[in-house]
């Protein structure tokens, strides 16, 4: 995993502008790995955040579908 600064759940939403439902979904399906729950709030790598909402934005608009996505960004 990428060295860096850690972002929440809330501050995904408010920084890459995506509904906290779909941090939630992402989260669940294994798109964006946690680094560890702190009490409430689940705490992401903010590179990896980065990379990975930049590669699934890039994937969709090409026209793959979220499970092919999965399968290229974790392997799965």
Known sequence: ????KTISAQDI????NIPYHTVNYYTAIG???LLRKEGNQR?????TVKY????????SK?????????KKLVGI
């Open 1 to 4: 995993m990428m060295k860096g």
């Open 13 to 16: 939403v408010k920084k890459f």
């Open 31 to 33: 798109l964006l790995p």
């Open 43 to 47: 705490v992401y790598n903010s590179q």
């Open 52 to 59: 990975r909402l930049n590669r699934i934005s890039t994937l």
């Open 62 to 70: 090409n026209g793959y579908p979220l499970n092919l996505i999965r």
